[in-house]
């Protein structure tokens, strides 16, 4: 059985520890809106959408679909299981606590060449989510078949970085 928007707000809205009326009053609406929306009698206007994803913490297509957006698990590859490094892509996703949503995805095979080059790449040291990130061991990883979710860390401040590669 599907779960429902106003089920899916109601269960987000508790995983955050917000009361209907906490949420109602930073969306601008009424609680009874919101008990409305929970309770599937009506839905939110869709101009509320971007600003309610954020505040539960999820993309507009996650509260509409119920499909979270999600990393393959860690794996190390035996050798002949493993693709060539061209044929791989770093993934990185990035969800401030503001409600920005950074998705960057390279091939290996450029960070590869960045990093023997000494190449500085802004997509990669750019960003203060990023800054402290091990580009090297990254590849080192990579380079001994490890793919997947290499690294996910939820900042102080909300940020949410996740690097991953297949």
Do not use: Y
């Not at 599937?40 to 119920?66: F, R």
């Not at 996703?93 to 000494?118: F, H, T, W, Y």
């Amino acid at each position: 059985m599907n779960m429902t928007i106003g089920k899916r707000i109601a269960l987000l809205r508790k995983e955050k520890g917000l009361k209907q009326e906490e949420l109602a009053e930073m969306l601008g609406v009424s609680g009874q809106a919101v008990s409305k929306w929970e309770n599937d009698q009506t839905c939110p206007d869709i101009s509320l959408l971007p600003q309610l994803a954020s505040i539960l913490g999820v993309t507009v297509d996650e509260l509409l679909s119920g499909k979270r957006e999600t990393a393959p698990s860690v794996q190390i590859l035996p050798e002949d299981q493993r693709k060539d490094i061209k044929e791989m892509m770093l993934r990185i996703i990035v969800d401030s606590a503001d409600g920005d949503k950074v998705r960057v995805n390279l091939p290996m095979a450029l960070i590869q060449v960045a990093i023997e080059c000494g190449i500085e790449m802004p997509q990669l040291s750019g960003s203060e989510a990023l800054k402290h990130i091990d580009w090297n061991q990254i590849m080192d990883m990579v380079s001994r078949g490890v793919i997947g979710n290499l690294v996910e860390v939820e900042a102080a401040d909300g940020d949410i970085v996740r690097i991953f590669v297949e």
